[in-house]
């Protein structure tokens, strides 16, 4: 005898509460999106829920690790640059012995650093207690979907890391798949809010349909309810073509999707880019990011010693980003949006090598602010080591506000002496004479 499910109705709201259906006033031609860098230029963004898709066996597991283990260094992958932060990886089909064995030969493969990686990478292993993080219950009639205590766990240690790994929904989710109204309140309700609440993105293993597999995914990288694709903002799919490997973008929220990514199989059994992703292209790629953070060091060491302070944020409309390149010297290659994040992966080379430093300061209004500091190493009392007549000040010395409506890029005179301030010498922001130069030149 077939079984009818009742589902939930949202009530109307009360009088005295927030409505449900909020009305958007249009004014289009103010109409603005501001959003948050992509952990993987154009694959993965940040503060949604990325769907990586591939049938039993072709290697998704060991992509995932090679994606998150180049975002722990920070380095670029198949030409992309990588914003580098902490990864969490949360294994609920292979053990993390399993893990740790597949993130020794990417790094080897890649020539990654292991340092960077036990710094920036940590493993949660649910392999051992079966824990899934939703499941489905029926009280009286009602089908609903339950976060289960492995779920609260993830959300407790989510906090500070910029991407969330988790292999794999078929194991994650304990539910049907086929129930567009569960599949739904999984990725919408409860992945994509936990990305927003701490700021990352989220990359979701889910597995093809054996039919769909035979035929090279046909666009439809999934398996159940349609609800997976549409509840996901991102979407990749790890597919066979013409014999070979590639790894496509089946959906993107914004833009075009990116081009398809041939892959091959290493001597070691770590999946690459084809064509590879060492010897010289990595060392083209660590030439490329020392030039970067040599020419941003100098950027910033000339704004400081000019009294112009350097805001830390990385997105709204007052971003570092906005000030320093409306600055003379800022490097060209860095201008546009689309180098946004081969920016800030020349920020964080900067901040990890301590070059550059976050510092508090109060503003004339006695505000609590942060700004970039090249003081690195330095007590928070030190005098700033800046060239004769640029001005010395702590971190709990506030430089004035610049002049009402004057833009950062317009604050180019020392504040006291009304001289506009020489740069630094090489020897003081901690690089060679060749790489000073470079930076001054724009390279």
Not at 5 to 13: I, K, L, M, R
Not at 184 to 211: N, P
Not at 239 to 249: F, M, T
């Amino acid at each position: 005898m077939s079984r009818t499910t009742v589902y939930e109705v949202q009530q109307a709201p009360a009088a005295d509460t927030a409505p449900l259906l909020r009305r958007v006033p249009l004014n289009l031609a103010e109409a603005h999106v501001e959003m948050p860098p992509d952990v993987v230029q154009d694959l993965v963004p940040s503060r949604v829920v990325t769907l990586l898709g591939a049938h039993g066996g072709a290697g998704k597991s060991l992509l995932k690790l090679v994606l998150g283990l180049h975002v722990a260094c920070g380095r670029p992958w198949a030409g992309l640059p990588t914003r580098q932060c902490r990864v969490l990886d949360v294994t609920l089909e292979d053990t993390g012995d399993v893990e740790r064995v597949r993130m020794r030969r990417v790094a080897a493969t890649y020539g990654l650093p292991l340092a960077e990686i036990e710094r920036n990478f940590e493993i949660l292993d649910g392999t051992e207690s079966g824990a899934a993080l939703a499941t489905e219950i029926g009280q009286d009639g009602v089908r609903r979907l339950l976060p289960l205590a492995a779920f609260e766990e993830l959300r407790s240690a989510a906090p500070g890391f910029g991407l969330i790994l988790i292999d794999g929904a078929s194991d994650a989710y304990d539910a049907d798949e086929n129930s567009r109204r569960q599949v739904r309140a999984f990725m919408r309700g409860m992945l994509t809010r936990l990305a927003v609440e701490v700021s990352a993105g989220v990359l979701l293993l889910v597995h093809i349909d054996k039919a769909l597999a035979r035929s090279g995914g046909g666009g439809e990288s999934y398996s159940g309810s349609s609800a997976w694709h549409n509840s996901a903002r991102s979407r990749l799919a790890l597919v066979e073509a013409s014999g070979r490997l590639e790894l496509r973008q089946e959906k993107r929220q914004f833009g075009k999707p990116a081009d398809p990514i041939p892959l091959q199989w290493s001597g070691d059994g770590v999946l690459m880019p084809v064509g590879g992703d060492s010897g010289s292209r990595l060392a083209a790629a660590a030439i490329t990011a020392d030039a970067d953070a040599a020419a941003l060091l100098v950027v910033i060491a000339d704004a400081e010693a000019k009294g112009i302070m350097v805001p830390v944020g990385r997105t709204g409309p007052a971003t570092t980003w906005h000030c320093l390149s409306t600055l003379p010297g800022f490097p060209d290659a860095l201008r546009e949006k689309s180098a946004r994040l081969r920016f800030l992966a020349g920020l964080d080379l900067l901040q990890a090598r301590g070059r550059i430093v976050r510092e508090t300061y109060k503003d004339h209004r006695r505000h609590h602010k942060e700004r970039w500091s090249t003081r690195a190493g330095t007590g928070a009392d030190a005098p700033v080591d800046a060239p004769e007549g640029a001005r010395h000040t702590s971190p709990h010395t506030p430089l004035p506000e610049p002049a009402q409506g004057r833009r950062c890029a317009d604050s180019g005179v020392a504040p006291e002496s009304g001289t506009r301030a020489n740069p630094r010498k090489p020897e003081q922001l901690g690089c060679s004479a060749a790489d000073y130069v470079a930076a001054r030149e724009g390279a």
